[in-house]
């Protein structure tokens, strides 16, 4: 049961975008939300917050963006400014891609480019925007497969979500899954990024001890999610637990989750 214990760009008219580094102004930008556009073209857009300390000024700020050795100006902009909102038809107007090649898989970079003094500098304001598949808080939830080469097992779970959340997953009867009748009944937590979809979630006790196995002195079977995500493209999470008892660990071991035909 066990396993051992940013790319520039069309022609990039800002081929030496930081000329001096002391004029440079760098705005502060919020986590987009969302930080990502799904294969509807029409309602896919990134939003955010862009701010300037209160000591900075600049004379214009435009936004930037770039797909592989295109790149192209979006528009300017003022800043400050909450809720600012990009389109993905803005973006592949700006860039001249036509509908038929926006699909899932492409990658757009957004910059926030500012001038001050004549100079104009890409800032650390950037983010990647990659196009992904329709998504729906639903598909969150449901009967799921799992299995991991790592930890050499597999089984069947229910994904269930909180009521207040639909973020917050909960693994309903992952102990029962591996055989485990005598589990304390916790439930293993899977916190989705509604950005960006990566998982995280603390570390969950499922077992007290592991008697019913025939390991008596191990003590809090536990499991923590410290890495992976959702792919609405698939249908199906991957995600590292790091799985340990009171005694020790056995690492970081990868899961496979697929919906249950």
């Known amino acids: 049961m066990f396993a051992a214990l940013f790319i520039l760009g069309c022609k990039n008219t800002n081929e030496n975008l930081v000329q001096d580094r002391g004029t440079a102004v760098v705005p502060a930008i919020s986590k987009p939300s969302p930080a990502y556009f799904t294969d509807n073209l029409d309602a896919s857009y990134v939003q955010f917050d862009l701010s300037l300390a209160s000591s900075e000024t600049i004379d214009k700020a435009e936004l930037q963006v770039t797909l592989d050795d295109k790149s192209a100006i979006i528009k300017e902009i003022s800043i400050p400014v909450k809720g600012l909102k990009v389109t993905a038809a803005e973006v592949i107007q700006a ?13 757009f970079n957004l910059y926030v480019l500012t001038t001050k003094n004549g100079i104009t500098t890409r800032s650390k304001a950037a983010f990647a925007i990659p196009v992904v598949c329709y998504f729906d808080t639903s598909m969150l939830v449901g009967k799921f497969d799992w299995a991991s080469d790592d930890w050499g097992e597999n089984g069947t779970v229910n994904l269930v979500a909180d009521p207040a959340n639909p973020y917050k997953i909960y693994i309903a009867d992952y102990a029962e899954s591996e055989g485990l009748t005598t589990g304390n009944g916790n439930r293993i937590e899977l916190d989705v990024d509604p950005n960006n979809f990566k998982i995280s979630g603390p570390n969950v006790i499922i077992a007290d001890n592991l008697a019913e196995w025939g390991l008596p002195n191990y003590h809090n079977y536990a499991y923590e999610p410290v890495d992976g995500s959702y792919s609405a493209c698939d249908d199906a999470y991957t995600i590292t637990f790091f799985i340990s008892i009171k005694e020790g660990n056995w690492g970081n071991n990868v899961f496979i989750f697929t919906r249950a035909k």
């Open 95 to 107: 860039l001249n891609l036509p509908v038929s090649e926006y699909k899932t898989g492409l990658i």
